[in-house]
């Protein structure tokens, strides 16, 4: 569903770091998808500092698509030829904005697409302006925002400086995944799960983002971000909005951004104690990273919210590299029964459990019932949803194409940007030294007193 006003529609593209291994990997695919279901219209200009021929281009274009984007659409891939420019410049040198600008030609929504460094954000925004490159425009800009709340402050005011916050579209890559709009439908459109949902039958709620990878040769970055900054502060965060925030008055930008705000502002600030930070064993052999690196490649974090609904009930976040599988999965642990006929053992209480990837969407509750027999013992058994649709359509591919239409519903606004930066910030400034974990593990030990209390971490398995 759209916002309630439809704004006009992009008529041009640029792509700010065009060569960069983003647009490898994400954008020039997304971009495919978008021609082949006629979604793009106008000039697509790709801005980058590499002097490369309109052929080499080429080649890079068709290589990421054979790499990341399922292949060639014939008539895609020609139609991206036919309206792809390539503007080599440097990005504080204001010719290149003056050749961008006639590039665009006679477009006047366009759309920029900020796939550079942060560090960049400003001067690139400034001279978007003083060419009149920013006219009518709208600007997508890439995470991490900021590296701690005042940056991400300083940042907000030099994007500020040209665009107003309806025209800035802060992108993040997670919440245009399927099963992450999935928690949201599925939370506010079936009457059995709301009212269940509250301090009075969960007892408590874990995530956990785990990588059976490393940091694929991305040291030099890595050692900029650790995990907090890489995936807490915005991704895991952005989801803990969508699993405990109020229902929004109706589902359009304002209100559904305004309840996400109001959650993330009643989180309370963490603190050393409650922060578990590891660092997988072979981290400092990788490339580019120091020996004596102090970045965590996981984090276990135990928040707590200070609102009526969610008073006393654990939120529980970890995220790990070389972690023993890959899987994104939330565990909502129900409460016991205040009276019980049967005897449960040692079994756990009834729990809802989301699997938000990375390749199936599913949907499980687990219950008890009885084994066969003459005696009244119970089994654990799960009810499962599974969706493996694979015409499912991208992240990228979905969150371009909102801004293209200007529907800022699924991009994090700044006061959400700001409030989870508040929660994260004291624990950055302060940071305790990573504990060691093995690799292929669950992690470093100590991050299981954090789950103490809650029946321990639940661990993803391959075939969840």
Request: glycine share 8%; with cysteine.
């Amino acid at each position: 569903m759209s916002q309630p006003h439809s704004p006009e529609s992009a008529d041009a593209v640029a792509i700010f770091g065009i060569t960069g291994d983003l647009a490898y990997r994400k954008i020039i695919p997304a971009l495919q998808n978008l021609l082949r279901r006629e979604r793009l219209r106008g000039p697509i200009v790709g801005i980058a500092r590499e002097d490369w021929s309109p052929e080499h281009l080429r080649e890079r274009l068709a290589a990421s698509l054979r790499e990341h984007g399922g292949g060639i659409d014939a008539a895609a891939f020609a139609a991206l030829g036919e309206q792809l420019q390539y503007v080599s410049g440097d990005y504080r040198d204001a010719d290149t904005f003056r050749v961008l600008r006639a590039a665009l030609g006679t477009a006047r929504t366009p759309l920029h697409y900020l796939a550079i460094p942060p560090s960049l954000f400003g001067e690139v925004v400034n001279h978007l302006g003083a060419s009149g490159c920013a006219r009518g425009a709208r600007v997508v800009v890439e995470k991490p925002l900021g590296r701690d709340l005042a940056s991400a402050r300083a940042l907000n005011l030099s994007l500020q400086q040209v665009f107003d916050e309806a025209q800035i579209f802060r992108i993040d890559h997670f919440l245009g995944k399927e099963p992450v709009q999935n928690i949201l439908y599925l939370r506010f459109a079936n009457r059995f799960l709301e009212p269940l949902w509250n301090r009075e039958h969960i007892a408590s709620l874990q995530l956990t983002m785990a990588e059976h990878f490393g940091i694929e040769g991305r040291g030099r970055l890595y050692e900029e971000l650790g995990a907090i900054r890489d995936v807490v502060q915005n991704h895991l965060l952005q989801v803990v909005s969508l699993l405990t925030m109020d229902a929004p008055a109706r589902y359009d930008s304002d209100a559904l951004r305004d309840e996400k705000g109001r959650l993330l502002k009643t989180i309370c600030p963490l603190t050393p104690n409650d922060t578990v930070r590891g660092q997988y064993a072979s981290y400092r052999q990788e490339p580019h990273v120091a020996g004596d690196s102090r970045v965590e490649t996981y984090a276990a974090l135990k928040l707590a919210i200070n609102a009526p609904r969610w008073q006393g009930v654990p939120i529980l976040i970890r995220t790990g590299k070389r972690l023993a599988t890959t899987a994104t999965e939330v565990i909502a642990r129900l409460r016991k029964p205040t009276r019980t006929l049967f005897d449960a053992g040692n079994q756990l209480p009834n729990h809802l459990r989301f699997r938000l990837g990375p390749d199936s969407v599913s949907i499980g509750l687990q219950v008890l019932s009885k084994q066969p027999g003459e005696d009244m013992l119970g089994r654990e058994t799960e009810l499962l949803m599974c969706d493996e649709d694979s015409d499912r359509i991208g992240a990228y591919e979905r969150l371009i194409g909102d801004a293209l239409r200007g529907d800022s519903t699924l991009f994090a606004r700044q006061d959400s940007i700001e409030a989870a930066w508040a929660i994260v910030d004291g624990v950055l400034q302060n940071p305790t030294a990573p504990l060691p974990y093995a690799d292929g593990s669950w992690g470093p030990g100590g991050a299981d007193t954090l789950a103490d209390g809650t029946g321990g971490w639940h661990n993803p398995s391959d075939d969840s």
